[in-house]
């Protein structure tokens, strides 16, 4: 079982930022998929950024394609706090953004994901 608790959110007006963190504890694999989901009311979760980890430490980020190089997602060597640094923000970014963390793989089909936290909001106005 892993827990992860997201922090960052906040309000902003077009073309600013924010960082989003997420902690992580628990049982974390060395080969895993760590990274960030996104919601948008009466739309299906999407992924933002995830980062896969090989039994190497090599780290292999993955994103979603509206991200345009916006966006970056990175984490600490241990697997144990992610984070997501959001320029350039636009209205359509405007959504619940959820840690996410899975082993062995990455993916973007987000029902593959049993392990969720519960949620940082991010509002940008135009």
């Known amino acids: 079982q892993v827990h992860l608790v997201e922090s960052g959110g906040g309000s902003v007006q077009t073309g600013g930022s924010l960082k989003l963190s997420c902690v992580v504890s628990g049982n974390i694999e060395r080969v895993r998929c760590l990274g960030w989901f996104r919601q948008t009311p009466g739309n299906a979760r999407e992924r933002v950024a995830t980062?896969?980890?090989?039994?190497?430490?090599?780290?292999?980020?993955f994103y979603g394609d509206f991200v345009k190089g916006r966006f970056t997602v990175s984490q600490d060597d241990a697997g144990k706090t992610s984070y997501l640094q959001l320029n350039s923000l636009e209205p359509e970014d405007t959504a619940m953004y959820y840690c996410?963390?899975?082993?062995?793989?990455?993916?973007?089909?987000?029902?593959?994901?049993?392990?969720w936290g519960q949620g940082t909001q991010v509002t940008v106005s135009s």
């Open positions: 980062i896969y980890t090989a039994i190497n430490g090599r780290e292999s980020p």
């Open positions: 996410v963390y899975r082993h062995p793989a990455c993916t973007q089909t987000a029902s593959a994901f049993a392990d």
